[in-house]
């Protein structure tokens, strides 16, 4: 591989340190793995669920024109919240490949549908209240409340 876009996402500002982390963890990735290869940083901050993220356009953008031949992020839904197969078969429809670095320990269905639910509940939530708003904010704690108390 010649070209590798590395990817790194965080869902607000005061993940700013695990950006850079992802960021820093990556580009180790790469030199160690493929130490020939020119790559470049592209990162968000927005929710994985964000389907018109600036980052995430630039990817399949770059990939629609060749410019890359593989996208490097640390875990699956660092890319999309969901939806991954589908984004991971556009960029190999464009001859780009996909690479997970950092595999997480598999979780139960359980566990995995109330991340989800959290998921989709807060991104909703900010959208119609507003991520500063008390409204935002105590429906996101029902919800987790309601989730630790079944």
């Known amino acids: ?3 590798i876009a590395i990817y790194a996402r965080v869902s607000g500002n005061t993940q ?4 850079e982390r992802q960021i820093s963890s990556l580009e180790d990735y790469v030199k160690k793995h493929f130490p020939q290869a020119e790559y470049m940083v592209v990162k968000d901050i927005a929710s994985g669920l964000k389907e018109d993220r600036r980052g995430l356009r630039r990817l399949i953008e770059m990939a629609r024109k060749r410019q890359i031949d593989a996208v490097l992020v640390a875990y699956k839904d660092r890319l999309t919240r969901f939806g991954f197969t589908y ?8 001859g ?11 979780k139960d269905y359980y566990q995995e549908l ?3 639910l959290i998921a989709i509940v807060t991104s ?4 119609i209240y507003g991520k500063r708003s008390r409204k935002y904010k105590r429906v996101v704690e029902a919800v ?4 630790k108390d079944p």
């Open 87 to 94: 984004l991971r078969e556009l960029f190999e429809a464009y």
């Open 1 to 3: 591989m010649k070209r």
């Open 144 to 147: 987790e409340q309601a989730v």
């Open 124 to 127: 909703f939530a900010g959208r």
């Open 96 to 106: 780009v490949k996909v690479i997970v670095v950092l595999h997480e320990k598999p």
């Open 114 to 116: 109330v991340e989800d």
């Open 16 to 19: 700013k340190n695990d950006l």
